[in-house]
């Protein structure tokens, strides 16, 4: 409690939960306040890599299995706000930062040449809030907290995507689509975490789970668990709730999908392992049963589904899009296993498929930069105008398919593993089949910009400056190297499905 | 489970079914209108019905306003309702304020770029730009138009 | 100028009682009802019905667009420089035990009231930057189209 006389003093590692996200909240309104454009993307770099250097702290420090508790304001839980990390947060706080530290670089070109001047500064305000609601969302250990970093994502997000409209005005468009179903989707999530309290009387996730396990499964806490899976579904896209993605990810400028792509749908996918796993746990048999009868079935769907949409694109951006939504089902089916194995496979591949697409999109955008379109017909020929940016598309899309010898193929193959595990040979199957899909439409870029002979603003393009392809590579370089080396994606995710299966009894005491 | 319907249980939980009747409106409104302001009138209404939810979950019977007294001598006799609801809810509105704001302000530049507001309209327009790309760059499929 | 004489007149001595209203709703958030987030909108009200009744130019005249926006930020400033000054005293963040470490009480009332404070100058800010975004628009439709 804040009032007892004897304090010992902390020192400045025991505030690393909470300079995690500080850091890029008070950067945010400091660009504001500073008002110099030249500043603005000093700040939001350096913040951003203070936060990845904070969140590799933390991921060293959590790995061993250790939980790090922080209470807001001295105030202890569960009457206090906590924040609360584990391997499992760690990981998913390290894949932010180290996106966005890597995308910033990048951003500042592509930001240039995409979005007028005078909406510099706010836009790497926006870019910082959207960031800090990210890690906040990670960070913290309280249901409603979620809901407030969620929405400060969001509400950032629908900003940023809508400063595509300077390019093509269906930026607008989309950016209301999201803004829509994410709110109706938040809206979902408080509804779920109200129903939460009204059965517990508490909203510290350690402690819901404690007293969803003492009462029991009733009709309250049935409820509550059906609109949160709901509500951060729309925030996951899964399959048949997708539908702002493909628009957002297209119109949006290409730092920002970048950006997006590969860290708001995995922040929204560990907020529903956190629920599922940590706050309701696999034996609440609701979830289980609904993991295994509606997120399992809607997973392989979006495998072929989407996979097979992206194929009949002729835009890349959206191609890749579409590819998100694919990519998505994988880490789902895994979660949806609810076994160790499988657990691994989803964490993972969330991680493998963030870097995998951070690296895609920026070679589009590189792309976009010189040709002035992502569409296959303004690209073709561009591997020979542009090796260097697309042959880090190419490393990109093997790592999309999962050739071995790329971070995708460590994830996907964990994956199998865990369906052959669980005996469910046609789910591996249908793993491998899907991914044949890939095939497809990664082979088309290859085709576009390789085979096809250069025409139009492909032939005339130079290659992408090297603020671009220095981002760009170590993206592509990271598909490779994580394609090797399994010590740090395979390691932290096993020790994070340990984490999450073992559920959170007694964390709050 | 229907024997538990009975006029107690229907009264007793009256702040629900309103819950469960604004909630409804809200979410009709916002599929079933095609004016983005009326769409987006329907989701103020859906987020309004979840702070009733919050707001009557914090009623105690004969509660009064959590307030104490000012020399801090409580009452032990006296019943105060719950006023985390109310706090959590404040945060839930200022949220809500931001996210109309931020919508109107989307709406009034898609008023300028499309010329309309109407849902039908700006399909319309999209699916015009679609075909003329498909024509540029070959045919896709997916997607809003 | 001479229509809406009542509205002026009456918008002229609203004003500053509004303001003045706004402060104790502010000050007194710490032991009763109020506090920044009231008392910021009903500062900002003061402002837009300033700005309704004369003119956007007028109040923006009084509250340049530029300062609404630096309040904003500074608001938000002032809420997390609290808990980064509980920070350096070896407190938790926010704990605002530490600003009177033998009377944590007296220094949560203190820690309060600067955060409220913090929270009524962005409100103020937000709300005023709402009004001004939105009446400063040029119409695409001109008044005489209706």
Known sequence: ??????????????????????????????????????LAWPIAFVSSAIAAVIAFALLMKTMGGEVISYHLGGWAPPLGIEYRVDAANAFVLLLVCAISTIVLPFARTSVAAEIPKRQHTLFYTAYLLCFAGLLGVAVTGDAFNVFVFLEISSLSTYVLIAQGSYRDKRALTAAFDYLMMGTIGATFFVIGIGLLYMATGTLNMADIADRIAEQGSNRTVRSAFAFIVVGIGLKVAIYPLHLWLPNSYTFAPSAVTAFLAATATKVAIYVLMRFVFSVFRPDFSFANNTLEFIIIPFAILAMF??????????????????????????????????????????????FNHGITKAA????????????????????????????????????GGLSLIGVPGTA??????????????????????????????????????????????????????????????????????????????????????????????????GMAH | MFEEFTWEFIVGHLNYWL???????????????????????????????????????????????????????????????????????????????????????????IREEYNTIDEAGILEIESTICRAENQLHGEAMGGRA | MHHHLILRVVTKLLVGTIILYALYVQFHGDYSPGGGFQAGVIMAVAF???????????????????????????????????????????????????????????????????????????????????????????????????
């Open chain 1, 1 to 38: 409690m804040a009032s007892e006389v004897t304090h010992t003093a902390a020192t400045f590692a025991d505030h690393l939960p909470v300079l995690q996200i500080l850091v890029p909240f008070i950067a945010a309104p400091l660009t504001v306040l500073i008002g110099s454009r030249a």
């Open chain 1, 360 to 395: 895609l999109f920026m070679g589009v955008g590189a792309l976009v930069l010189r040709t002035g379109s992502s569409f296959y017909s303004r690209l073709e020929g561009a591997g020979r105008t542009m090796p260097w940016t697309s042959a880090a598309v190419v490393i």
């Open chain 1, 305 to 350: 589904a989407a996979s097979f949409i992206a194929i009949f694109q002729s835009d890349f951006k959206r191609m890749l899009a579409y590819s998100s939504i694919a990519q998505i089902g994988y880490i789902l089916l895994g979660i949806g296993f609810l076994t160790q194995t499988g657990l691994t496979a989803g964490i993972s591949h969330l």
């Open chain 1, 408 to 505: 995708g193929f460590i994830s996907k193959w964990v994956l199998v593993q865990a369906a052959l595990e669980k005996g469910w040979w046609p789910v591996a199957l249908l793993i491998v089949a899907s991914s044949l899909l890939a095939v497809i439409y990664v082979w088309r870029v290859i085709e576009t910009l390789y085979l096809k002979p250069a025409t139009g603003d492909a032939a005339t393009a130079t290659e992408a400056p090297a603020s671009m392809l220095i981002p760009l590579w170590i993206m592509a370089a990271a598909c490779i190297y994580f394609g090797f080396d399994t010590q740090i994606t395979i390691g932290a995710s096993q020790t994070a499905a340990q984490g999450l299966l073992a559920g959170a009894v």
């Open chain 2, 19 to 109: 819950f469960i009747v604004l909630m409804m409106t809200g979410l009709y409104i916002v599929v079933a209108r095609s004016n983005l302001v009326k769409k987006l009138v329907g989701l103020n209404i859906f987020q309004v019905s979840v702070f009733m939810l919050y707001i009557s979950m914090g009623k105690i019977t004969g509660g009064t306003a959590p307030i104490f007294p000012t020399d801090m001598k409580v009452d032990p006799g006296v019943t105060y309702s719950n006023p985390l609801p109310h706090v959590l809810i404040l945060t839930a509105i200022v949220v809500g304020i931001a996210t109309t704001s931020l919508a109107l302000a989307l709406i009034v530049r």
């Open chain 3, 48 to 146: 837009i019905l300033y700005g309704v009744v004369f003119s956007l130019a007028s109040v923006q005249q009084v509250f340049p667009p530029w300062l609404v926006h630096k309040l904003v930020a500074l608001g938000v400033l002032i809420y997390a420089g609290t808990g980064v000054v509980s920070l350096f005293l070896g407190y938790n963040y926010l704990d605002y035990g530490a600003f009177t470490p033998h009377h944590p009480e007296h220094g949560q009332h203190y820690g309060i009231l600067v955060v409220e404070l913090g929270v009524g100058v962005t409100v103020t800010g937000v709300m005023v930057a709402i009004y001004y975004a939105f009446a400063g628009r040029t119409p695409v439709i001109s008044d005489e189209e209706w």
